[in-house]
């Protein structure tokens, strides 16, 4: 039978797309080829190609001032690849901290550069996504650099700030899952493996006078500039990744686009939240309420063996992927737009199920 | 039907892997998910992500001494790497030029440090890998790199030099084609995409006393250490394609390893070689005698007008891939490991048919 997957990422695909991907996988569109085997250069994979992009745009509603790109590397390359094309010698980069990953694209802009943090609820252990702060005083800098979603620690942010420079948001675990005003953002980024498909490739949304300012010293592969004036072409792009992209973003465009998907994942969430909030303290949110993410749901059990007993008897039940992260403990279902809302049916009844046996 | 499939990358992938790969997209080992869906930290991944580096280890006769990563990226990406980590300041990289790529390579390390050109065979547009230079005096070098095959060009490096620094060659188009001594090198890097398996995942293998030998003031994630460390998990790695990685290298071993696959690509190398040699000056070699490669067999034909008509020809019987680089012109033919001997035997018994019938 089907895992329910609610693994953190790589996570869940939808099974229509893996299985046109089967079927096509040896003799693509009739060429005698696997997808893989196409070269980039092709007219058959440039469609694919250009089908991906010209899809991201239309769900997102992505201007034709933004770029959108293709990259490798993951987040963690874009890290890097952002403070060493954007934060110029005499520039600060602001960060907002609100978990591990923004520490770590912190830690790799303060390698290049100046940086100063404007928030954090690392006090709290991330449980929440700061608003007591002010971007009075940052006009000269370089950019605001936020997280949209915590992996880990299974917050979002509601409401984008409204920055007064460059707005550069890392959407990895949350792109495609709600309604965006793309225009807010100078940048937006995301590593595939949770919204968009299999791991190996990352999407850049871009606005052209922001790549237009970047700095000139950087290796050619590291330049924003270079892939877009290549339009992701420059060197051989993860084929085979973009393509599951493609058919990706075909179901959800098949699913009636970003807002259907949205009204989905408020009710799969919608289950698994009212399973802890039911529970009478049996389950406790790690995130407070008002920052609580549509994609991880983050929970604890009463004590250690019952979170064990809990993991163990959902193991039996075919739910991959809900142990939480060390640093938050309990438990964790990763709820992307590619998980079934059955799967978060059965979730939420096995909850209750184990509250009332073990409370 | 299947394609003859000549294209020099992304290239020819071998049908069994192909119809494995379909066979467990959906359903991979029993575990109600597709290879792509899984956890990279889970048991199942990780047991690809090791078999794949076992299996490269015993196929090249990697010793322990050396680190086997598998990166993103590309070739284009290590262009850069490489002198980051490891050339210093007052310290020379020395590049051999036989083609594009080498060039690529030394222009990345020019922006970044102090390069010499010890050999190069540009005069001759690359027709031949240089035998006239001297490593005299290179004994403070930082390394000395090479491009053990050049697409483009058709050359191939039949004997490595001995190189009192640390030899790196990128052997992206040639990797696993024959049998070679590890040893020599220092660094050996390849993009997957010729001989290993679809674009997506780069092979770095690299001596463990030399990576140690990196500088530190690196970002994090173009640091080679940052991957030796983590066994190339750091962060989340292209996992498909290195799962498409095990299946080529399983495929390698069961056909005898690389003794029986260089024999192999030297038989079907042979029959298109003969046909151009045995053509009585209807096809020309772009490549010099002693300097051809046994993976991209680059020829012309007597003018613009009958190559644009073998190409067409080509076509029409499923010959894919045959068009020239412009660098060359003419025609290529990329018979990397995964080309059926019959495809080369056809496409030599075209070309004879054709030269019949236009000389």
Not at 48 to 71: C, K, Q
């Amino acid at each position: 039978m089907r895992a329910y997957n609610f693994n953190a990422g790589p996570a869940a695909i939808p099974l229509e797309v893996l299985e046109r991907a089967q079927k096509e996988l040896v003799n693509f569109n009739n060429t005698g080829m696997s997808v893989m085997e196409l070269s980039h250069r092709s007219k058959d994979y440039e469609d694919v190609h250009n089908r991906a992009n010209a899809l991201l745009r239309e769900l997102l509603g992505i201007p034709d001032s933004y770029e959108v790109l293709f990259l490798q590397g993951g987040a963690s390359l874009q890290f890097s690849m952002i403070p060493m094309n954007f934060l110029k010698e005499n520039e600060t980069a602001h960060y907002i901290l609100t978990g591990s990953w923004s520490e770590k694209a912190l830690k790799e802009a303060k390698a290049l550069g100046e940086t100063r943090i404007i928030a954090s609820s690392k006090d709290s252990n991330y449980s929440h996504i700061p608003t007591d702060y002010s971007l009075d005083g940052i006009e000269d800098g370089a950019y605001l650099h936020i997280t949209s979603n915590n992996t880990i620690y299974g917050t979002q942010w509601q409401d984008y700030p409204t920055s007064p420079i460059p707005l550069i948001a890392d959407m990895s675990s949350d792109i495609l899952c709600k309604e965006i005003d793309v225009e807010k953002f100078s940048m937006i980024y995301a590593g595939a493996q949770k919204n968009l498909g299999p791991s190996g490739v990352t999407v850049v949304i871009a606005k052209k006078d922001f790549l237009a300012r970047a700095q000139s010293n950087v290796p050619t592969i590291l330049k924003y500039s270079t892939h877009a004036d290549n339009k992701s072409l420059y060197n051989t792009p993860p084929t085979f990744a973009i393509y599951m992209l493609s058919l990706v973003l075909e179901w959800a465009k098949a699913q009636g686009g970003i807002k259907a998907i949205q009204k989905n994942n408020e009710e799969k969430a919608g289950y698994i939240y009212a399973a802890i909030d039911d529970s009478e303290g049996f389950y406790k949110a790690h995130a407070t309420q008002d920052s609580r993410s549509l994609m991880n749901i983050t929970f604890t059990l009463p004590n250690e063996e019952l979170t064990k007993k809990f993991l163990a008897e959902a193991k039996e039940r075919h739910f991959i992927g809900l142990a939480g992260h060390r640093s938050v403990g309990g438990c964790r279902a990763s709820t992307y737009n590619a998980v079934p809302k059955e799967a978060c049916m059965a979730l939420a009844e096995f909850m209750n199920e184990f509250r009332n046996q073990n409370k």
